[in-house]
């Protein structure tokens, strides 16, 4: 007998077909003999139908109230999905996340996890039910109910999956799992077998939306192996993320991400002294201003530049804030471009292998696409070019390091 | 400084336009200084669409699942209300039927609240908060979701002001009030100015649907009195349910209830010994057949008739059940009829006054409709007639208790 959690997103259970579907993959797992948790998203478009309910009676919905509002979408499911398995005969009850147990700190819309009281869960696991939790919500201290964001419910399922110690946590969506790189943009790409934790953290943050990043956080800190994989295809494998790489895995490129639209504002001539990083970063954090990649180049007779991305839709509230401390800054001035993308080659140990870089650069010049800024880490490395070459670069760098080979 | 409790119904808060407009009545009434509670029920038909979304699944729900899908309705509207009275620039919370503390048995879909818990309620209200609380919902000593049933806000309202020892409860309606009768049958009925409890549970259960029974029963035992207005007219001076009725409205019609469609089953040559109604009523009971008006008439030979009226919808199983017993009860035959409605005249003090029994029976003689069995408690007279003469008998018994004079 094997305890696992599975999730299913939103377009896993658009319509009440797709939600008896759902019910009889869990019919068979439990006919395995397997405990089985379910971790639901809300019905296909029913988060943006209750957002735009909201929209309609303010433009600035007070935090909390957007939460249970909001947390109410997974509630529906959970019911409906309880219903269907009671319907094929099986025993299952639904959760609230706060029937669930999960404690949350008191931040609206963005809450993180304090922890898991699984009393509930396990009394209803030994007696042979199945447990379906609203996913992407939780409960403060004070019994208010919390969020956790665009993405939470899988966030739901790898801690249920840590608290409650399960064997597998499975994570079924609308695509065949984590993709060499996006197939929309290139058609080369295919369906990874397996992939580190800090792999697919790189791949989620710089474009690759099949997993929310926070969940692969709390699946490497609990050592929670995560199948990502199809609900529409029982045969495909599906990805595993996990953190027991075979040796042929590492020092290897995995996948190609990229961001279609990214804007640049650079920092022109700034006295190099401390503090600068701060004095700059800090008004944008206040402004709620989210900075990507940062670049600061070199000074060249103590004046540099500092250069960074934002998206698009930031960029005006960004230029307000940098040019309000710009005189502070002792700034000669500052330039914008708002028509950029990234691409980026994530691998773990390129650090150590030069040649990745290297190979990453001609590919690119090869197909005469301009990078316009470059940054790394341990296993990524980014560079910023026109947002219109971005299919171009992604196919190009798919093709030069084979990655449409099997693993 | 008053403390008053509002309950707005569906069609209250039917769009975001209609919750815009109960925040500025919210709004107005917390301008006078008073601490104001709301408790709200579903937008519209959205209870509606969450049952028909459940039938997709299933014709039989698990009560405890339909439970929760259906509290997410009042949660909605809870939620937006607040919102549109911080948008106003006033503070607000909405509470869940669990956060305000509402206490039920776990009797799914019709629970009864044991005791509600104001700690929570107080706190926002001392803190100047206008509370919002999701109507129709409580939750068991598990911790489970439950709800009480259609009409059930209209209870959460009486409860709450019960429990927090309001000044004042509202139940905001799209009609003006409680009418002397059913105005799309009887166009001189009018809102009355005031009306008893056990005349209003008369008025309700007999047809006019104005209010739940069960917060009138609360408003009796706590000695609540309630005020049903029109939302839409601010100037209508609704109806007040009380106990203090002043001398003259006693010894008085004060409405005519009615019920378009009942069944009749009569059993036939009952032999008259001890035990033969609980023979009777207890199979139905079983097979949840709710009974309405009961008559047995007097034997003749040992031999008696025992008459019941049932919804038509109930007719066929109640049928099945009877025959089954028939043997069992001796009786001679088993005869029904599916066309026939229901008229009432209700009023205190009517048992001590025989004139009010013999000008109803009169008035329907006069328009030559026939009676087809009798019904009377101490403050109601309710004769079976044909359906398709109900809207008649309506009409030229709100006439001849001249109910279209002022109060």
Redesign the interface.
């Known amino acids: 007998m094997a305890r696992v959690v599975h999730k299913y997103g939103g377009t896993s259970v658009a319509?009440?077909d797709h939600?008896?579907r759902v019910a009889r993959r869990l019919e068979a797992c439990h006919a395995n003999g397997d405990q089985v948790v379910a971790v639901v998203s809300a019905m296909g478009k029913r988060t943006d139908e209750?957002y735009a309910?909201?929209s309609?009676?303010?433009h600035?919905?007070?935090p909390?109230?957007?939460d249970?509002?909001l947390?109410?979408g997974e509630?529906?499911t959970?019911?409906?999905l309880?219903?269907?398995l009671?319907?094929l005969g099986l025993d299952?009850?639904?959760l609230?996340g706060?029937?669930a147990g999960i404690r949350t700190t008191a931040v609206y819309g963005r809450a993180r996890i304090s922890g898991i009281q699984t009393e509930?869960m396990e009394r209803e696991l030994e007696a042979g039910r199945v447990v379906i939790v609203a996913g992407f919500q939780g409960v403060s201290e004070d019994?208010?109910?919390t969020t956790f964001g665009r993405g939470g419910s899988d966030t739901t399922a790898v801690a249920l999956a840590a608290a409650l110690e399960a064997d597998r946590c499975e994570i079924f969506t609308d695509v065949a799992g984590v993709y060499t790189a996006d197939p929309r943009v290139c058609s080369a790409a295919r369906p990874l077998r397996e992939i580190g934790y800090e792999e697919m953290l790189e791949l989620a943050t710089t474009g690759a939306r099949v997993m929310h990043a926070r969940a692969v956080e709390i699946g490497e800190l609990y050592d929670v192996a995560i199948r990502v994989a199809s609900s529409f295809d029982d045969d495909a494998p599906g990805t595993l993320i996990h953190g027991e790489m075979t040796m042929e895995q590492g020092n290897k490129v995995r996948g190609i991400a990229h961001q279609d639209h990214v804007a640049k504002i650079t920092v022109r001539g700034v006295p190099d002294r401390p503090g600068i990083a701060a004095h700059l970063f800090e008004p944008l954090a206040d402004a709620e201003v989210s900075v990507d990649t940062i670049v600061q180049n070199a000074s060249v007779e103590k004046l540099t530049d500092m250069t960074f991305t934002v998206a698009p839709t930031d960029l005006d509230d960004a230029l307000r804030v940098v040019e309000a401390v710009k005189t502070e800054l002792g700034a000669a001035e500052v330039v914008s471009e708002p028509d950029l993308g990234t691409v980026s080659i994530v691998g773990t140990g390129m650090a150590s292998a030069p040649g990745f870089a290297a190979r990453m650069f001609r590919t690119l010049y090869d197909q005469n696409i301009n990078v316009d800024m470059i940054s790394t880490s341990d296993i990524r490395i980014t560079c910023v070019i026109s947002s219109e070459r971005v299919g171009d670069a992604v196919r190009s760098l798919h093709d030069a390091f084979e990655l449409d080979r099997e693993d």
């Open positions: 319509t009440a939600i008896k209750l309910l909201a309609e009676i303010t600035h919905p007070e909390r109230e957007m249970v509002l947390s109410t509630m529906v959970s019911t409906l309880s219903m269907a009671h319907e299952a009850v639904s609230t706060a029937q509930r019994f208010d109910v």
